[in-house]
């Protein structure tokens, strides 16, 4: 079984969790790290030979193209990430569609090809703002992977379908969507295949949850994470207990965790396997 690995390029602070204490005028000035820690996520890939999805940040694309055009060169799948990482449900149609065309032209314009997919900033499609969807296929998006179908307080749609599958939109027409993946233990929808879940969750309860979806579902997974997430020595941002503790946790961990997980599991793009999953659907 193919899962999808995902990763989404963004700097350190771009992260939601330092939202109140940075905003998009104090970036320029904070140290930047995303393209050593990107390059050593690169040749952990190269090394087991596995493409992944990388869905970029705009504003990345714009002042690191020569790091986004290697992430293409080394055989991975370039995706959309919009362009300032700011929350869909935060913006207004008008305001996201200007969002994520400005980062597709700027990402396109780097790589030289087609942007078919898009992640949502922190996850934030969520029921309030499943009209995102119309304006990802109105900009000529195919897939989207923001759908989190767990309980949490920034994101989530409890009840969303756990695996890809299509969405109607209302205006005709439909947007593939390919979730995080969760395990469905106790009634209730768990996470573990990427992030701070990833993170805390010992690795063989990664290992086995995966397993679970594969053989016993016969699903595809999807595992997400940060380059920020490949290193501990990112600098430390001046927040309280409960943010450090989402951000940092098992910072140090995260590399071998991975590199574990490549050797236990077979990986692909996100876009390859929902092309092989729902075929009839893009063709």
Not at 11 to 35: C, K, M, N, Q, T
Not at 199 to 209: G, Q
Not at 214 to 242: A, F, I, K, S
């Amino acid at each position: 079984m193919m899962n999808a690995l995902t990763f989404d390029l963004e700097e350190y602070f771009h992260a939601e969790a330092f939202a109140g204490i940075v905003g998009p005028d104090d970036w320029p000035r904070l140290p930047s790290r995303v393209v050593e820690s990107t390059r050593r996520l690169l040749d952990m890939l190269d090394r087991h030979g596995v493409s992944a999805t990388f869905f970029v940040l705009g504003w990345v694309a714009d002042r690191q193209p020569g790091l986004v055009r290697e992430v293409h060169a080394r055989g991975h799948e370039i995706a959309c990430h919009g362009y300032a990482h700011r929350l869909v449900y935060s913006m207004d149609r008008d305001a996201f569609r200007a969002d994520v065309r400005r980062a597709k032209c700027v990402i396109e314009d780097v790589v030289g090809t087609p942007v078919e997919g898009y992640r949502a900033p922190t996850f934030s499609v969520v029921r309030r703002s499943l009209w995102a969807l119309e304006v990802l296929a109105a900009e000529g998006f195919r897939y989207d992977s923001s759908i989190f179908p767990i309980h949490h307080d920034r994101y989530g749609i409890p009840d969303a379908p756990r695996f890809p599958h299509r969405v109607p939109l209302a205006g005709g027409g439909e947007m593939l969507e390919f979730p995080i993946t969760t395990v469905r233990l106790a009634g209730q929808h768990l996470p573990f295949s990427g992030g701070g879940y990833f993170r805390v969750v010992p690795y063989r309860a990664i290992r086995a949850a995966l397993h679970y979806v594969n053989t016993r579902e016969g699903m595809p997974g999807l595992v997400y994470l940060h380059p920020w997430e490949m290193d501990p020595e990112q600098p430390r941002m001046p927040v309280g207990w409960p943010t450090r503790l989402r951000h940092y946790v098992n910072l140090r961990d995260t590399a071998g965790k991975l590199d574990r997980l490549l050797q236990d599991f077979s990986f692909a793009p996100a876009g390859q396997i929902l092309r092989a999953r729902l075929s009839e659907a893009v063709a």
